[in-house]
């Protein structure tokens, strides 16, 4: 994955990613075209399929809606760097197959518009910009798996099928 | 190493003897909810994966109470979406329009949740029944779908941070002040990925009701759950309701707890959280004067017969101040009706506001209460993050119910003591 950058800062909650007055409509492509819009009117119309987005502490907090990582995931982001992420936030990612990384480092250091690529298999995130390599916490295997299998429902149909 | 509570019960769910902090666990459902923005979606999720058959008819609350009564054509249909769902899987908890309250107080109150229970919801104030002494947590929308589909869900057993509650709580200070409180200490991460385990002689001196706004508001911590233990109000409590065995747990007194907080109830003054995160917590006393034009009272963190009970009282024989707009919303049907039959609905009135039939409504800026560019409210919800209650321009402070109502009166940030 390589991509340019866009930052935001910590504690970006879910009302902000996908305003509440938009879940109305679960279409993903309906979603995207307002995700972030309460702070940044910029980035739906000129995200570009590929960018990574990255936060500081705390992303994804607030409401369970998974329209959340999915709005993100729809606007063309490959993966979401954060110092930290909201625990409903991880877990909705991790259930639909969308690449984070959690990694405080890379987070502080890397700048908006910096192209930034990343290799999730191995965790390390290189800002090809600056010339800086960060390396995120890997994921349990447990969890490796449910990614591997595109999502939690892929992953649960191929054990119920195998039985 | 002995368990906290939160850990007992996922170590009986998933059929161990013992787990520890950081275990990833598949543990057994007891109840697996949703709502009108959550199922809808989830149902795609799980038809998509070529699932037929939901795993317990019985074990699975479908509540539409977040646009309800739909406020405009898409929410009808996400509302279609999901009885149609219900009604081919025979689903034995649909709670619509007339029999639905917001689903926090709804679940408790109708006795479906209880002591010792795993639960997951499609919400993140799911975590309110760990005032029950059950371990319950907010999911997103695949998590509901697997949990449909298979009774199970996958669990990191999480560390846990003690809040040792000592000593009573003075007139007009509330379960709602103990939790902003906590949160203005520990702030909105402050419990990222942990439980946070109430105990402490000052549990006995809380009500239900203030138990359940403590928990509801674990998840502005940053916590997985927020339990309490089970006592004799518990289990009053849930006397004539819950129809199966309550399982009480107990922490080992060797539990493991990352960091011990301590609180004592008898210090507390009223307490609000001013834009825009739930820990910029301020005193009433610090934040009084602060012009309003909206007071909302109600959601699943205040929405209570004890919320409306002592709303009433404030607004007893007064009237909402000139340019201030009152919506009162309580959570249940069963809790409209004790209001009605206490006279309470007659004295909001009165006094000047508008009461609705239940509905998550203004908390998330859905409907029923949706604010313009400049306006600000004191509201009795849980989140005052931008643009929460309506415009990106508008803002929310939280308190409780008694400051809300005193706030009505004065048309600014008031305390109710005076």
Redesign the interface.
């Known amino acids: 994955m390589r991509g340019k950058v866009w930052k935001y800062g910590d504690h970006i909650d879910t009302d902000v990613i996908i305003p509440a007055r938009y879940l109305n409509n679960p279409d993903p492509a309906e979603l995207a075209s307002h995700c972030m819009v309460d702070i940044d009117e910029s980035f739906a119309g000129s995200v570009q399929n590929g960018d990574i987005m990255v936060g500081g502490w705390n992303f994804g907090c607030g409401s369970s809606r998974e329209h959340a990582p999915v709005a993100i995931q729809a606007s063309g982001i490959s993966c979401v760097i954060a110092a930290s992420f909201a625990r409903i936030f991880y877990r909705n990612s991790i259930n639909i197959g969308f690449p984070i990384l959690e990694c405080p480092e890379a987070s502080e250091a890397i700048r908006a518009g910096d192209i930034v690529s990343v290799d999730t298999a191995t965790g390390v995130i290189t800002d090809e910009t600056t010339g800086e390599t960060f390396q995120a916490k890997p994921f349990p295997a447990f969890i490796e798996q449910i990614i591997d299998s595109g999502g939690l429902l892929s992953y649960l149909k191929s054990k119920q099928d195998k039985k | 190493m002995g368990m906290t509570m939160t850990q007992k019960i996922l170590a009986a769910h998933a059929g161990l003897p013992e787990v520890h902090a950081g275990d990833?666990i598949e543990a057994k459902l007891d109840i697996v909810l949703g709502n009108d923005?959550?199922t809808?979606?989830a149902i795609?999720?799980?038809e998509?994966?070529?699932?037929t058959e939901v795993f317990d008819r019985e074990k699975i609350v479908i509540a539409l109470d977040h646009?309800t009564p739909c406020?405009?054509i898409?929410?009808a249909e996400?509302c279609v979406t999901a009885r149609e769902f219900a009604k081919k899987h025979n689903i034995t908890h649909l709670y619509d329009v007339g029999t639905v309250g917001i689903e926090h107080a709804l679940l408790p109150e109708q006795g479906i949740v209880g002591p010792g229970d795993c639960i997951i919801?499609?919400?993140?104030h799911?975590c309110t029944y760990g005032a029950l002494g059950a371990f319950s947590t907010?999911?997103?929308?695949?998590?509901m779908?697997?949990g449909m589909?298979?009774g199970l869900n996958?669990f990191r057993v999480p560390s846990a941070i003690k809040v040792e509650l000592k000593g009573k709580l003075q007139p007009y200070v509330s379960g709602k002040d103990v939790i902003l409180h906590l949160i203005g200490m520990i702030g909105?991460?402050g419990a990222?990925?942990q439980s946070l385990e109430f105990t402490g002689e000052g549990v006995s001196e809380l009500s239900m009701d203030d138990r359940f706004t403590i928990s509801n508001m674990a998840?502005e911590a940053?916590g997985?759950n927020g339990i309490f233990p089970v006592d004799e109000k518990t289990m009053e409590y849930i006397s004539g309701r819950f129809g199966r065995e309550p399982a009480v747990y107990e922490a080992d007194e060797d539990a493991e707890y990352e960091r011990v907080v301590t609180i004592d109830l008898s210090e507390l003054r009223p307490t609000v959280s001013l834009p825009h995160?739930p820990s910029n917590t301020r005193t009433v006393d610090e934040a009084a004067g602060m012009p309003i034009q909206q007071v909302v009272i109600g959601s699943c963190t205040n929405g209570r017969m004890s919320d409306m009970r002592v709303a009433a009282s404030i607004l007893e024989g007064h009237k909402v101040a000139d340019g201030v707009r009152c919506i009162i919303i309580p959570a249940t049907q069963q809790i409209y009706l004790d209001c009605l039959k206490e006279g309470l609905l007659e004295t909001f009135v009165k006094a000047g506001c508008a009461v609705s039939a239940p509905t998550c409504g203004p908390c998330?800026?859905?409907h029923m209460g949706?604010m313009a560019d400049g306006e600000r409210a004191v509201a009795t919800t849980n989140?005052n993050?931008?643009?929460?209650m309506g415009h990106?321009g508008s803002e929310v402070i939280l308190a409780s119910p008694a400051v809300a109502a005193a706030s009505a009166i004065a048309g600014c940030v008031a305390s109710p003591e005076a």
């Open positions: 990833l923005v959550t809808p979606v795609g999720v799980f998509k994966a070529g699932f646009y406020k405009d898409k929410s996400l919801g499609a919400d993140s799911t907010g999911v997103g929308s695949t998590d779908a697997a589909a298979s996958w909105v991460d990222l990925y998840i940053g997985k995160l998330l800026g859905g949706v989140r993050f931008v643009g929460r990106t």
